[in-house]
């Protein structure tokens, strides 16, 4: 099946209330282009280099999401027109994101990241770091960040049962954070192996790549 073939397939079968995030880290312009053509304009990337390249050659309307794990000293390159930045793990980054977000005069929407997974690789909050971030005198005074909700990976396996508990506790850390925010909406939790699980977990974004472009290199 073709991108295209691929993208439609799995737009019709997302719940309506769920946004798909293309994932097309490593891939072509000209596969993006494909995606584009069928009105898609919600993409992922994770690497800052890629992404400012293919913004500057690509069509202005897309919407740019930063998936990957992001340094603090590569906000500034990025800060100009991303969307919605998907792993914010500390509150220095969040510092950051405002700083350039400021310089910009505008406001960039966040996710802060959870730490769901039993994989030491995998980057993100504990509770308690979630906790100490959205509770600190300092959060208030950002005015040029918004947390739109949270985001987090289950465990690269084929136990099912241990992916869907992962997302059920990211779900749950969501519903207590609405206490305190109550206008977070977003909670970005599923990829192209664990989707389907995420949807049914409460996920309202997935991060979807290989299902649609094919496998990375
Ligand atoms: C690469 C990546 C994805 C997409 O992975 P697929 O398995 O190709 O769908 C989703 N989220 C993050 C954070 C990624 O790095």
Redesign the pocket.
């Known amino acids: 099946m073709s991108i295209k073939e691929n993208l439609i397939e799995i737009k019709k079968s997302l719940p309506e209330h769920v946004t798909l995030v293309a994932?097309s880290?490593t891939k072509p312009n000209e596969a993006l282009l494909e995606a584009f053509e069928t009105g898609h304009r919600v993409f992922?990337e994770?690497k800052v280099q890629e992404m400012v390249q293919k913004w500057e050659t690509l069509p202005k309307d897309i919407e740019w999401h930063m998936?990957?794990h992001l340094q603090r000293n590569k906000v500034k390159y990025i800060a100009e027109f991303v969307s919605l930045i998907?792993?914010v793990d500390s509150f220095r980054l969040l510092k950051e994101i405002n700083k350039q977000a400021l310089k910009h005069n505008r406001t960039v929407d966040c996710l802060l990241q959870m730490h769901i997974a039993q994989e030491e690789t995998k980057f993100g909050l504990s509770a308690e770091e979630l906790n100490a971030v959205v509770g600190s005198e300092e959060f208030e005074q950002l005015q040029n960040i918004q947390v739109c909700g949270l985001m987090g990976?289950a465990t690269f396996t084929e136990n099912k049962e241990q992916v869907r508990q992962e997302f059920a506790f990211l779900k749950q850390n969501f519903e207590s954070l609405q206490k305190k925010l109550p206008n977070i909406k977003i909670l970005s939790m599923g990829?192209?192996?664990d989707f389907d699980i995420a949807i049914e977990e409460g996920s309202t974004m997935v991060?979807?790549?290989?299902?649609i472009f094919g496998a990375?290199q």
């Open positions: 994932v880290k992922g994770n998936i990957g998907h792993g990976m990829m192209s192996g991060r979807i790549g290989s299902s990375r």
